[in-house]
């Protein structure tokens, strides 16, 4: 798959396709527009779905107004109306890497990771284990997933010890009514209020000193009204690396203080059970999970795990003490990992579009002596989550994406030649194909419709969740149908 360098002559405009309209595509977007440089650029952005903003729009949890605020930057980019959006159409699927070449002089892909990382442990496959990422697409409304969840258990496991862990087991924890002032659809609504769960249990096989959550939204647990949260003493033992990561790095220090005032709080709640909330939420530090038990039906009856210990280095070792706990349902958030484009080099180990600080590598066996491994595609690029890994947050993206643009810039002289690079020509394409994509008015639409769907009832937004829905209203087809999924 290794590209031909093309002669060197220099076009004077770039018509740039990016592809995934989350934080990455949009910054990647702004940046060239707003860099220095001798050539004009014209940009359209497609994303599958028909709305923008990725993984703001449906991963960050509902109850982070302050978070899903950025929508409002993302959205003064688009505004500026220098960038074309098509929504709705899907990379390889509506259009391919052959009919980008035609169009376009390079593409930037920026698709994110929606998938959840695998969990090799017995039981994964039981009725009651559950993915987050297809958790979190449920309750943020993702247009591609089941309407309903199964929240049946009373006695839940999440595992992991990363932000995402933290939002599954907040959003399973708080009351539904907590979270109406938010931007959830109705079905996330009734289905978190028939939720009869009582305990939900965060496992981690490392210690306090050694978790990935921020402090800002472990210490958010402890604010959830009607809400306990019980951490056990065993935990605390700490070693010496654990007493230095205390002494020398300010997030483990303030992570440490507000688990030490939960600690207190639960030595106040053991002498008086009777003040205790309705629910828990329990933090299970040094507990490595080793298998998910059959009730005997097929469905998750319990979680086995075993009790690690410090290996006196920061990482940690078994124990060999094995523990069991009774729980209907499991929760891993263990990370997500990215999903392969048709025609585009993949990286299956880390998940990721291989590249050298954004250039696009040609996928090859180093050890062949081909000569074809790492060499550069030319005209592809990645930003984001596809180009580094489901890592980082928001703000990171940006920086990620002034590297890419910076090396698309530099490439210049190796662009794709396109045969057909007006602006008109990708239109006629997907209208001869008939996908049915959404533009900037278009999401201004359902943007509009959603917010008036939430002013109705006090809240800000209430979010439109059927695609099909979401591409009427943003389509302005069938009017009383969009009207009517109130
Ligand atoms: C549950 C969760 C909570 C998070 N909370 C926070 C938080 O509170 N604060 C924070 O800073 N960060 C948070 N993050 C991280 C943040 O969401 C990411 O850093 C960021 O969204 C990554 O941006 P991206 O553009 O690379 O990917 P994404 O946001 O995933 O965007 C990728 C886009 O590509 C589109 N796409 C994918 N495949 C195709 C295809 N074949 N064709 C067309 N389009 C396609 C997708 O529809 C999507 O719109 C959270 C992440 C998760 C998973």
């Given at each position: ?263 207190e709080r639960a030595h106040k709640l053991a002498e008086d059970p009777q003040a205790g ?96 491994a790492n060499q550069q595609l030319y005209g592809v690029y990645a930003t984001g989550w ?101």
């Open positions: 798959m290794t590209e031909k360098r093309p002669t060197d002559q220099r076009p004077a405009k770039l018509r740039l396709a990016i592809v995934g309209a989350g934080p990455a595509g949009i910054y990647a977007a702004d940046i060239l527009l707003k860099a220095e440089r001798n050539f004009d650029v014209s940009i359209d952005l497609f994303d599958h779905l028909p709305a923008p903003y990725g993984l703001v729009r449906y991963g960050v949890a509902p109850d982070h107004p302050r978070i899903k605020g950025i929508i409002s930057a993302l959205r003064d980019v688009l505004d500026r109306g220098d960038i074309r959006i098509f929504g709705n159409v899907r990379f390889g699927v509506d259009i391919t890497l052959d009919d980008l070449r035609k169009h376009y002089n390079a593409v930037i892909f920026a698709t994110g990771a929606v998938r959840d990382a695998d969990l090799r442990i017995p039981g994964i496959d039981l009725v009651g284990s559950y993915g987050a990422a297809r958790f979190v697409s449920w309750f943020d409304g993702h247009p591609d997933y089941p309407r309903t969840w199964p929240l049946e258990a009373k006695q839940v496991a999440v595992i992991g010890n990363g932000n995402v862990a933290l939002d599954v087991a907040r959003i399973l924890a708080k009351h539904a009514d907590d979270l109406l002032p938010t931007e959830i659809p109705a079905n996330v609504y009734d289905g978190l209020k028939a939720s009869p769960v009582t305990d939900v249990h965060i496992f981690g096989r490392r210690g306090p000193t050694s978790v990935k959550f921020t402090p800002l939204e472990l210490r958010e647990l402890g604010e959830l009204p009607d809400v306990d949260i019980v951490v056990y003493d065993e935990d605390f033992d700490y070693d010496d690396a654990a007493r230095a990561a205390v002494a020398s790095n300010k997030q483990v220090f303030v992570i440490d203080k507000v688990l030490g005032k939960w600690r909330a309705s629910r828990r939420l329990h933090l299970h530090f040094f507990a490595k999970p080793l298998e998910l038990i059959d009730d005997g039906t097929g469905r998750v009856g319990g979680i086995r795990y075993e009790r690690t210990a410090p290996d006196g280095q920061g990482g940690v070792v078994g124990t060999g003490e094995i523990r069991e706990l009774p729980v209907q349902a499991v929760y891993r958030a263990v990370g997500y990992f990215g999903s392969p484009l048709p025609g585009v080099p993949f990286d299956k180990k880390h998940g990721v579009i291989p590249n050298r600080e954004g250039q696009v590598l040609s996928k090859g066996d180093p050890s062949s002596g081909a000569g074809s596809i180009k580094r890994g489901p890592v980082g947050l928001i703000g990171h993206t940006k920086s990620d994406a002034m590297e890419t643009v910076r090396h698309l810039i530099n490439d210049l002289g190796n662009w794709w030649r396109p045969e057909s690079p007006s602006e008109e020509s990708i239109v006629a394409l997907l209208d001869e194909r008939g996908v049915e994509y959404t533009n900037l008015d278009g999401w201004h639409r359902l943007d509009q419709h959603e917010q008036a769907l939430g002013a109705a009832e006090g809240r800000v937004r209430i979010k439109v969740v059927p695609r099909d829905e979401m591409v009427a209203i943003s389509r302005a087809v069938a009017p009383a149908a969009a009207a009517a999924s109130a």
